[in-house]
């Protein structure tokens, strides 16, 4: 009995551990993004783009890039696209880029359902530059270059 309750008390401390350690203060540099292979065409009159046709809005691309990528229509114009892993601690399991509600920064952290839960709080703005810390240095970003309906991405 005392044994099971000195074990569950070293699993919690365990748990606890890794979450605090994810986004502790005391690290002094973020963690680079880690480079990977990346080139893909998207063509934005196919319906799960097209939505990319007009400013302001962005779609995510699972299964590319580091983490998966966003693509963002920017308000000028222009595309970007950014991997989805946080620049501030990539490798950890919370530490994916969406797109906030408003659609003018993002954040790093996850959903439970509907609930947002943040990772360690870093937001970015939509050039992928840092805003609010931990994070310090910008999201990584793929080229994207058009010709007519079709994006190509890539590093
Ligand atoms: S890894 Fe914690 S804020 Fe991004």
Redesign the pocket.
């Known amino acids: 009995m005392r044994r099971s309750a000195r074990s569950k008390i070293g699993i919690i401390a365990g748990a606890l551990w890794v979450l605090l350690s994810?986004?502790s203060d005391e690290e002094p540099v973020n963690q680079p993004i880690p480079d990977v292979p990346v080139s893909f065409e998207i063509n934005l009159n196919t319906p799960q783009y097209e939505l990319l046709s007009m400013p302001g809005n962005y779609v995510y691309i699972d299964n590319q890039g580091f983490r998966g990528i966003i693509i963002w229509h920017d308000w000028s114009g222009d595309f970007r696209a950014f991997d989805r892993a946080?620049s501030?601690?990539p490798y950890?399991e919370?530490?994916t880029i969406h797109v906030d509600s408003t659609a003018s920064s993002m954040i790093?952290g996850h959903y439970e359902g509907r609930r947002w839960e943040p990772?360690?709080?870093?937001r970015f703005d939509m050039t992928g530059w840092p805003v609010q810390g931990?994070?310090v240095f910008p999201l990584k970003q793929y080229q994207v270059q058009r010709y007519g309906s079709r994006l190509l991405i890539q590093n």
């Open positions: 994810a986004c946080c501030y601690h950890e919370c530490a790093c990772c360690c709080d870093s931990p994070a």
